[in-house]
């Protein structure tokens, strides 16, 4: 049974720095592309960044490049996005998603499976 737990979520000040940190279980790892998505009440679900499966390529929304990193460890089956420079705009329950082969379906929201979430607040 395919897991992927998301951690690290919280409540931060505009201008703090936040790492989320999805670990995934009862999957080839690497032959999955990986993404985070997030989410506010009453709008779509809403791509963020999406990482290969062999960490080689990444892709993000505009409106988070430069300030937000994907990154994996494939020996740990895990994904993290390291978010900085955090504004209340990006105040938004926050989902680790999974898509085997490429990234291209995953950063459309085309994805395999799905974490539970996790809830980032942004406070000015």
């Known amino acids: 049974q395919v897991q992927l737990a998301e951690s690290g979520g919280g409540l931060v000040q505009v201008g703090e720095s936040l790492t989320l940190s999805c670990a995934a279980t009862?999957?080839?790892?690497?032959?999955?592309?990986m993404g985070w998505f997030r989410q506010v009440p009453g709008k779509d679900r809403e791509f963020v960044a999406a990482i290969t499966g062999d960490g080689s390529f990444t892709y993000y929304t505009d409106v988070v490049k430069g300030r937000f990193t994907i990154s994996r460890d494939n020996a740990k089956s895990a994904v993290n996005l390291r978010m900085n420079r955090l504004k209340p705009e990006d105040t938004a329950v926050y989902y680790c998603?999974?898509?085997?082969?490429?990234?291209?379906?995953?950063?459309?929201?085309?994805?395999?499976?799905w974490g539970q979430g996790t809830q980032v607040t942004v406070s000015s």
């Open positions: 998603a999974a898509r085997e082969g490429s990234i291209y379906y995953i950063s459309k929201g085309e994805t395999d499976y």
């Open positions: 009862g999957l080839s790892f690497s032959n999955y592309a």
